[in-house]
């Protein structure tokens, strides 16, 4: 494994267990060149994942790139780290389960949705609000009255 300091072809394997949900190989490697430490996951991968995007390109599936856009939705809250990484591998096992290579990208961002809306409300909005494109606070408004959130909130009449 290529470290990710020096770019030194070759690392040493110093410690590996397994994740806590088993699904990954946790290694804790070290550049036997700079000296760094670095860990690594080694997991199953079923079959190739192709994503079908809005405009019709193809790309390849990303795990890092849906790990990204979790973390940015979850970002400054209460939620454990671990939970994000069950939460994705879930996702990923339900993607491959499906037996499909090529998936639209909405049907990712919907099992994203459902997994962030039982996970944390205000993440849920975030990441809704970059996957529905919302452009105007109406969009939110509309968003939120749709999902429920609010109903025992009372307005003030003028």
Known sequence: MRCPF???PESQVKDSRPSEDGAAIR????????GGRFTTFERVQLRE??????S??????DREKLVRSILIATRKRPVDPERI????????????SLGETEL????VGEMVMKAL??????????YASVYRDFRQTEDFAKFLSDEGFGDDVVE???
């Open 56 to 61: 019709g390109r193809r790309a390849p599936f």
């Open 156 to 158: 003030d009449e003028p």
């Open 117 to 126: 809306k039982a996970l944390d409300d205000v993440a849920y909005v975030r």
């Open 85 to 96: 990484e069950r939460m994705v591998n879930a996702i990923v096992r339900q993607l491959e």
């Open 6 to 8: 020096c770019g030194e």
């Open 49 to 54: 994942l192709t994503i079908l995007k809005r």
């Open 104 to 107: 639209p990208s909405t049907a």
């Open 27 to 34: 290694r804790r490697r070290l550049c036997p060149e700079c």
